[in-house]
């Protein structure tokens, strides 16, 4: 079983960037899809981006197309999401979660949550 902790988020001011990080632990890492999913204030946890074990597969929410990439290192057991052009609908608390394939992240149907990390855009 894998065991997730998110990290890297902050302030920033509208246009810049940030990359979170989401560290696994456990066996299975190497193996599953990875996602990111974030939550705003009042609003419904919505997915990010996903991406297969081997990180040849990557899917994104139409929202951040172009501006977020979803990138691996199964060495380090860790998936990142570097996060450019970031703009005040980007402020949420992001999420990570694994998952037998992207498709099954997209949806985002998983029993538990971690803490997630606060991303904060100023305008």
């Known amino acids: 079983q894998v065991q997730l902790g998110e990290s890297g988020g902050g302030l920033v001011q509208a246009g810049g960037s940030l990359r979170l990080s989401c560290a696994a632990s456990?066996?299975?890492?190497?193996?599953?899809?990875m996602g990111w999913f974030r939550q705003a204030p009042g609003k419904e946890r919505e997915f990010v981006a996903a991406i297969s074990w081997n990180g040849q597969i990557t899917n994104y929410a139409d929202s951040v197309k172009g501006r977020f990439t979803i990138s691996r290192d199964n060495a380090k057991k860790t998936v990142y999401l570097q996060m450019n052009s970031l703009n005040s609908e980007d402020t949420a608390v992001y999420y990570c979660?694994?998952?037998?394939?992207?498709?099954?992240?997209?949806?985002?149907?998983?029993?538990?949550w971690g803490q997630g990390t606060q991303v904060t855009v100023s305008s």
């Open positions: 456990g066996s299975g890492f190497s193996t599953s899809a």
């Open positions: 979660n694994v998952g037998p394939s992207t498709l099954v992240i997209k949806r985002g149907d998983f029993a538990s």
